[in-house]
């Protein structure tokens, strides 16, 4: 699936429990004072921009009510008026109330009924002041050129630190995080999950939380799509700095160590692994066919193991609790490493990835250089 990287204003995230289920439709009302004869519209935003659900011409005491039927996952909405809007989330809540004053709508409003809309609230007054800011640092003709570039790259570091420890990894699974990922400064996003590896981590652990807890919503596959691009992109980049390895030369290079905590916390070594055929796995459970991915490798794991064979997988993912979610039912052993270390010395450009090595410790073939897995580790054994 194409991954649309268009600026999105609102997006969600939250646990869809058992109400959700059972309720057919969600409420967003309120009133708007100072409003009176102003056209008050409520707008989907799609991945493919806005959609007009529905409008009301607002009396003078602003009072509007929308009824919509709900998603089958999170969703993303705005009330507007004009150029002004307000950020709505729905998930399992089945009313969201919103008091607001005209003609600043967007930063004067209180919002009840729904916790996410109030992170969201307070992320959409957070963005408006570092914009503000922004404004005033640019046209502050006293300071240097150069001293007033660091002042914004300082501003904007500061402010990407407070998005991502105190939202977005604190509740990665929430529509507050989401949102936080695509704030923006005019046209530019805040966070480019592109090239900034920091970034990337970022996405990659609001991705992990969505494919988890929606698995096969459409926003989850996108914002998936756009992890896993620029973790790619990185890692590319990252390899083309380092030494990768000579492939015509993959038989006499032998191994390159991996030392890393397994899912139970001991300490892993490629090279204790000495005396046995092992599958080599670079992996990640966010990816969409990794259930299958991993049904194969169970079947080969069982029928093999007993004659040698172990399987060494490196998991790939940001989001630690989801991965040790994932991993805790299997039998090989399950290492993680989030920074992408090993991967780059393995010249990894994309996942899945797998290795061969042999009894000996020595790197036989790399996944391209196999036509059938399973003969090739029948043929080390």
Not at 72 to 91: G, K, M, T, W
Not at 311 to 340: C, K
Request: glycine share 4%.
């Amino acid at each position: 699936m194409k991954a649309h990287f268009t600026w999105i204003a609102v997006a969600a995230a939250a646990l869809l429990g058992l109400t959700a289920c059972q309720q057919s439709k969600f409420t967003v009302e309120g009133t708007i004072e100072g409003a009176q004869d102003s056209i008050l519209y409520f707008e989907n935003v799609s991945l493919e921009g806005l959609v007009t659900l529905d409008s009301v011409k607002l009396s003078s005491n602003g009072t509007f009510s929308f009824s919509q039927e709900r998603p089958e996952a999170p969703e993303f909405y705005i009330l507007r008026i004009a150029d002004q809007i307000i950020n709505v989330s729905i998930d399992s809540t089945e009313t969201v109330t919103i008091h607001a004053q005209w003609p600043n709508i967007g930063s004067d409003y209180e919002v009840s009924g729904s916790e996410n809309c109030s992170r969201i609230r307070e992320l959409a007054l957070k963005q408006q002041e570092l914009q503000r800011r922004f404004v005033a640092l640019q046209f502050d003709r006293t300071m240097p050129r150069v001293a007033s570039r660091d002042s914004l790259d300082h501003m904007l570091q500061a402010y990407k630190n407070d998005l991502t420890y105190n939202y977005i990894y604190k509740q990665p699974e929430q529509a507050s995080s989401y949102f936080a990922l695509f704030q923006a400064i005019g046209p530019w996003l805040i966070f480019d999950p592109r090239s900034n590896p920091d970034d990337v981590k970022a996405f990659a652990a609001v991705a992990t939380s969505w494919d988890t807890f929606y698995p096969g919503a459409l926003r989850g596959q996108n914002l998936h799509n756009i992890a896993i691009e620029g973790m790619n992109n990185t890692r590319i980049v990252a390899a083309r700095q380092a030494q990768t390895i000579d492939q015509s030369k993959i038989v006499e290079s032998g191994v390159l160590e991996i030392s890393l905590a397994d899912n139970h916390g001991q300490q892993r070594t490629l090279t204790s692994l000495r005396g046995q055929v092992v599958l080599l796995d670079f992996h990640s459970f966010t990816l969409q066919d990794s259930p299958q991915r991993i049904l194969m490798l169970r079947g080969l794991y069982n029928k093999y193991h007993a004659q040698g064979l172990e399987i060494y997988q490196v998991s790939l993912d940001a989001d630690e609790h989801f991965w040790r979610q994932m991993t805790q039912q299997l039998p090989w052993i399950s290492v993680r490493d989030a920074e992408g270390e090993n991967a780059v010395r393995y010249n990894v450009q994309s996942v899945p990835e797998f290795f061969l090595i042999d009894r000996n410790n020595q790197l036989q073939k790399r996944s391209s250089q196999m036509k059938d897995l399973e003969a090739e580790i029948r043929s080390l054994l």
